[in-house]
């Protein structure tokens, strides 16, 4: 049976045609979801201990984390299986526990609004380029 650190790799895969990256080397299970025309990451996906996360139990937890609209953040951290983003700017991030509650209802439509959110964006009328 597939865990949900593979499912997030499928549906980055099926869904947006993007294959993880491993670019640490020191953590080879950690990887990121990079937007195939803005280069910028939509998913970040790491295993940490649940201390680190400010959880009681012991162990490890796999976290995705993902860019949302700041105007959900405030409920998403209200519900069971989100924590306020872990390394990552708190008011744009946030963190998805793989091994808690969620399920791909709740994780793929964040998947795809981080995947929308760092597309690139067109010019303004008048604007420079960066």
């Avoid at 299986?81 to 091994?99: C, E, I, Q, R, T």
Wanted: proline share 9%; aromatic share 8%.
């Amino acid at each position: 049976m597939e865990n949900q650190r593979e499912q997030v790799i499928r549906w980055a895969m099926e869904h947006f045609g993007v294959e993880p990256e491993y670019p640490w080397p020191d953590s080879p299970e950690a990887f990121v979801l990079r937007h195939p025309n803005s280069g910028k990451w939509f998913g970040v996906v790491m295993a940490l201990s649940r201390a680190r996360l400010g959880l009681p139990e012991e162990g490890r937890a796999d976290i995705l984390n993902v860019k949302v609209d700041p105007l959900l953040l405030g409920s998403l951290l209200e519900t069971p299986g989100f924590l306020p983003a872990y390394h990552m700017n708190k008011l744009h991030w946030v963190s998805l526990l793989l091994d808690g509650p969620l399920g791909e209802e709740d994780i793929l439509p964040l998947l795809g609004m981080s995947y929308e959110t760092v597309a690139c964006k067109g010019r303004k009328k008048g604007g420079k380029k960066p």
